[in-house]
């Protein structure tokens, strides 16, 4: 997982830190010549010479006249050095805007070759440089301060929902009802039959609307799932209305008991108006209490542009970001919070129904710049 944009991170904070080490291999080596003339270093008659105010010097040849004989004359000696302020400030370096300009070309080149959105990296820029401008790094820290500043960055553009409040949130309505809504194949039922185990896991009985009446075989898909999982599924014909299928699961809800009734819903190649009205009527007579958007993070900056229009035209709550573990960029998973404003709240990490793993920023950057 991520393992491109990985490894462009580390390449590139390598690159970084061998830029500011230069500079502060440079500032080593003039503190080694300055140290040469320092008072501690002199030994005990070069101490003494300091006493003088002034050598008895002959002065350079074109500094006389012609006629003057060369006679010693007193010459004014250089000012004795200043004494550097210690040896661990000649070690430092301040974070200046060239430095910063070169971390952020670095950074940025990374992240747009993963597929991560333009305005997503300017606010990386800009979190950066409020972060790293004026910072003291010594040889030492230099990789250290970097490292922590980027994934610093990465943190605040992500947005996650912990699972233990959505969990708390969905726990106090019954039934709590929530639409899954996405483009097709890019992992809509798969990702609900998961989200169903792991509802059962947490003491929750749900209930499944077979409102995907539009892809032939969808409904027998998730019958083999709900089959699989011991949940009840509420299905009409093909070509039946997807809304009426969710208003009858939800009626079944209420009278059996079930805690959270879970709608699928079918997609489309493209997001046409067909789509958008279907879900639109989905939504309108369900009335879910959360709505979360699906997509295959595989596909980058699409997944992005989907989201947007799912969210203008339909309304989310979440994203679950699916196919996660084939995803070598992680573009999408670095910009769609960003970018819709909402949180990503799981990813998909593989066909079966455990490989859903609660998204965690905090976590997620760690991985990305371990
Ligand atoms: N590797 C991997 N594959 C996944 C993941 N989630 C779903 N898939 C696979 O993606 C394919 C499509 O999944 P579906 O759940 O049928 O997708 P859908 O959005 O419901 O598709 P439509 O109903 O046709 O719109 C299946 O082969 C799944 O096994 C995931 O997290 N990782
Ligand atoms: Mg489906």
């Known amino acids: 997982m991520f393992d491109f944009i990985k490894k462009k991170i580390k390449d590139s904070i390598n690159s970084i830190q061998k830029k500011l080490v230069k500079e502060e291999k440079i500032e080593e080596r003039e503190a080694a010549h300055d140290e ?13 010479t300091h006493d003088k105010p002034a050598t008895l010097k002959v002065a350079p040849k074109e500094e006389r006249s012609e006629e003057e004989p060369a006679a010693p004359r ?80 990465i943190k605040d553009i992500l947005m996650d929902y912990p699972v233990d409040d959505f969990l708390a949130v969905i726990k106090a309505k019954k039934p709590y009802i929530i639409l899954f809504i996405g483009v097709n194949g890019v992992g809509k039922t798969t ?120 969210d203008k035209e339909v309304g989310i709550d979440a994203t679950i970001l699916s196919k996660a573990d084939v995803d070598k960029k992680g573009g999408a998973v670095l910009s769609i919070s960003y970018i819709t404003k909402k949180p990503i709240i799981f990813l998909g990490t593989g066909q079966s129904y455990e490989d859903l793993v609660p998204f965690n920023k905090e976590k997620t950057a760690d991985f990305l710049l371990e």
């Open 191 to 310: 990702t609900l039959a998961k989200f169903a185990k792991f509802l059962i896991k947490n003491g929750l009985k749900p209930v499944v609307s077979a409102s995907d009446t539009f892809r032939a075989a969808s409904i027998e898909q998730l019958e083999t799932h709900t089959k699989k999982l011991g949940v009840e599924i509420i299905k009409h014909n093909y070509g039946a209305d997807p809304a009426a299928v969710a208003f009858d699961a939800i009626k079944h809800a209420r009278t059996s008991g079930a805690d959270v009734v879970l709608i699928d819903t079918a997609g489309r190649s493209d997001i046409n108006k067909n789509l958008l009205d279907e879900l639109k009527k989905v939504k309108r007579v369900s009335k879910p209490d959360f709505t979360i958007f699906v997509g295959d993070a595989l596909t980058g900056n699409d997944v992005v542009n989907q989201a947007k229009i799912f």
């Open 74 to 153: 007193r010459v004014q000696e250089e000012e004795p050095k200043k004494e550097p302020q210690g040896k661990k400030k000649l070690f430092a370096h301040q974070i200046n805007d060239v430095d910063i300009q070169n971390i952020y070309g670095e950074i940025r080149e990374s992240l747009l070759e993963n597929n991560v959105a333009l305005s997503v990296v300017e606010a990386i820029r800009s979190d950066l440089k409020e972060k790293l401008k004026g910072k003291d790094v010594s040889l030492l820290s230099t990789r250290r301060d970097v490292e922590a500043a980027v994934k610093d960055s």
């Open 36 to 48: 040469t003339a320092l008072p501690a270093q002199e030994t005990k008659e070069q101490e003494k």
